[in-house]
């Protein structure tokens, strides 16, 4: 759980004439996770495809494209299929040319209409002017253009002109028509008078007859041209809905192909002899070799180098894998440490329940192999840090379905784990949400469950807006959570640096970080802290009690801390122990900020909505809360009028539902609106916030990251069978 999934380096070695055999029984147990070839045996060099492999990569673009041509999804797979090669020689010819052809008809349709769209545009403004289009040019003695501009200020511009004998001007919606005589034989008469001018030109299409008539015909052009458009794009959708299936078995089946045919690449070869080395868990190592020796019986060796230990790099290699190397190497099964360059990947060996945790440390990286993994601390803090800080009923039901969607609904792993994540948020969001008696922030299950079947007197926890000495608590309790959270951080620490780089190295920048906040902690929270009549937290005080002693232990601690971190990081250690002293620590009372800033948003929904009376007791009154375990005075109460008016009570708020039809509708808008806001916002504070506190406080105690991903040599096949 804490550590990968160990993994054994194996190696298989034999004559050239069984390789493919070889390839074939590797691919299908899907084990292998291949290492490349260094070029460290004497006499090996990297080995070249198998016959085929050009013919299968160029068979599988051919298919990709085909499947983008045709829009082809994994929704429109069928039942799977045996695919031979003789159908990929036929049947995706035949394909590929009434593909192809279609696609080339298609897009000389929509060249075409996209040029009948510009002439339409084009020959749009000169039906405004009412003029034949073939009256707009042909003349030899004047000058005509037609655009877009101010018609007023083209007549002044013309009228100045001394180039410019006569003119006239026709204008329609935005569009202008202009008829110059130049004085003379001035071929820019026209333009020199038109200089300054804000008018731009339109091409005069060449056309005769009314511009009326001539956009019409576009018009009519452009229907037929749609139409044939349309008709390409059904023969289109009908070759996707006849051939997908096909396509997607057949881009699986070349997939497959390419990808034994190429595997060579990542061997040793010669000429006569082959040597491939790879990862496989360890307690798969039996399995291997049956499947290997049933494909090719004594024509291949099979040997396990080494059995990785759980140790960095920097302290030993594998073998070579030459027979006596080999036989050196394994030495009877005991475990070899490895070389970082020639790590094994990374399989996290975590319980159904913590898998969807996988995905918030992968947020971060892989754990290395020697690394711990978090993974399951994510899981017993997040959605816990979650919950509490939201902690209601209905927010929780909330989110749980929204992790469910993204569960189901994706086939994206990681999403997948995520929603799984959010599920168990949700469920801690409900959890705490009964406890603290609130569903959507009103106390009815309070009411009805905590009073009305167990018979207590309020709901056994409260978050803090009307019951102060709880917001005291909790902020005190924040504390101890980051002690608590912290301190796993410093143990796996301990483990990771006392592996890598010794204990001493391991104490130092661990345990010294770890005894100066436990300490201070239990200075923090013994009554020897107390003797100056600082601030006290009551709940929490009475469940602790720690006498003086333990706070003069912890100061005592607290000072051996300094000193290994002063002696480990040098002066900056010395000025960073007040960040490993307290302020570490410190940062974890946003679990009660949020806390409380949440609660808080709901009350004023529901205050503005249903609107709240304050009840005064005539005595004070103590109520038990945890169960009995602690106890509180209270002198007021104030409830929502969510069934009932304030029965005679100070009304501190009215409500909008009280005040009228207007006031209903106007509720239910705020009721509604205001809860997602404070639903969303429990995503971006509650749950950033609690992020924050894995990565930034927990994370940067211990963890790196950097692993390799398990990738065994296979394919899982989805669209085709053997059988």
């Given at each position: ?346 399989i996290q060996d975590n319980p159904g329940p913590v898998k969807p945790f996988e995905a918030l440390t992968e947020v971060i990286n892989r754990p290395k192999y020697t690394e711990l993994d978090p993974s399951i601390v994510l899981f017993l803090t997040f959605p816990a840090f979650y919950g509490f800080m939201i902690g209601d009923l209905g927010y929780g039901i909330l989110y749980a379905a929204l992790g469910y969607w993204l569960y189901a609904g994706f086939e994206s792993e990681m999403i997948s784990k995520l929603g799984g994540v959010a599920m168990w948020a949700g469920g801690f969001t409900a959890l705490f949400g009964v406890l603290y008696g609130e569903i959507f922030g009103l106390h009815l299950v309070t009411e009805y469950l905590w009073h009305g079947v167990v018979g207590l007197a309020d709901a056994p926890l409260k978050k803090g807006l009307h019951v102060g000495a709880f917001a005291e608590l909790w902020l005190a309790a924040s504390l101890l ?243």
């Open positions: 759980m804490l550590r990968p999934e160990r993994m054994s380096k194996v190696s298989v070695a034999g004559s050239r004439r069984v390789l493919g055999d070889v390839i074939e029984a590797i691919h299908d147990l899907d084990l292998v996770h291949l290492s490349d070839y260094d070029g460290s045996i004497e006499g090996f060099e990297n080995g070249d495809p198998l016959e085929g492999a050009d013919e299968a990569s160029d068979k599988l673009v051919t298919v990709r494209s085909l499947k983008s041509t045709l829009g082809v999804s994994e929704e429109d797979a069928g039942p799977t299929r045996i695919v031979t090669d003789e159908a990929l020689e036929t049947e995706l010819e035949e394909i590929r040319v009434e593909v192809n052809e279609l696609d080339d008809r298609q897009s000389e349709l929509e060249d075409e209409l996209r040029a009948i769209e510009e002439r339409i545009d084009a020959a749009e403004p000169f039906a405004d002017l009412g003029i034949d289009l073939d009256l707009l040019s042909g003349y030899d003695s004047l000058q005509v253009e037609v655009g877009e501009g101010n018609a007023d200020a083209i007549r002044s511009a013309l009228q100045e002109s001394e180039a410019v004998a006569a003119f006239e001007l026709f204008t329609g919606d935005g569009t202008v028509g202009v008829f110059v005589r130049p004085r003379g034989d001035d071929p820019a008469a026209l333009d020199d008078a038109l200089v300054g001018v804000d008018f731009a030109r339109l091409e005069i299409p060449d056309a005769e007859g009314s511009p009326e008539s001539y956009v019409e015909e576009l018009r009519h052009e452009r229907q037929t041209l749609e139409s044939k458009l349309e008709n390409v794009e059904n023969e289109l959708e009908n070759l996707r809905l006849e051939h997908a299936g096909f396509l997607l078995a057949a881009e699986e089946k070349l997939a497959i192909d390419v990808q034994k045919t190429e595997v060579p690449l990542q061997f040793a070869t010669t000429e006569h002899a082959f040597v491939a080395e790879g990862w496989i868990p360890s307690g798969e190592y039996s399995t291997f070799v049956e499947h290997v020796q049933n494909a090719v019986g004594e024509h291949a060796a099979v040997e396990e180098l080494e059995v990785a230990d759980y140790e960095p790099s920097g302290h030993g290699h594998h073998a070579p894998a030459d027979e006596a190397s080999a036989e050196a190497a394994t030495d009877g099964g005991t475990s070899a440490e490895f070389d970082e360059d020639d790590s094994p990947p990374v959570f980051g002690v608590a959270h912290l301190a796993v951080g410093y143990m796996f620490g301990l483990v990771n640096e006392s592996r890598s780089h010794g204990l001493k190295a391991a104490v130092t920048e661990s345990g010294g970080p770890l005894l100066l906040m436990a300490g201070v902690a239990a200075w923090l929270f013994s009554t020897h802290m107390q003797s100056g009549g600082g601030p006290r937290p009551e709940l929490l005080y009475r469940a602790l009690e720690l006498p003086p002693i333990v706070g003069i232990v912890g100061l005592g601690l607290a000072l051996v801390g300094l000193v290994l971190v002063t002696i480990g990081e040098g002066a900056a250690g010395f000025l960073e122990s007040p960040t490993y002293a307290l302020v570490n620590t410190v940062s974890y009372t946003r679990i009660a900020a949020v806390l409380l800033a949440k609660a808080g948003m709901a009350y004023v929904v529901n205050l503005l909505v249903f609107g709240a009376y304050e009840v005064h007791l005539k005595e004070p009154e103590t109520i038990d809360y945890m169960f009995g375990l602690f106890s509180t005075t209270i002198e007021h109460e104030t409830h929502f009028m969510v069934f009932s008016g304030s029965h005679g009570y100070e009304t501190l708020f009215p409500g909008l539902i009280h005040m009228g039809w207007g006031g209903v509708i106007a509720g239910v808008i705020v009721l509604v609106l205001g809860h997602l806001l404070v639903l969303a916002l429990g995503v971006t504070s509650a749950g950033l916030q609690t992020l924050r506190l894995e990565y930034v406080e927990f994370f940067n105690k211990f963890y790196e990251g950097g692993g390799a991903k398990y990738n065994p040599f296979g394919y899982t096949r989805n669209y085709t069978t053997e059988d």
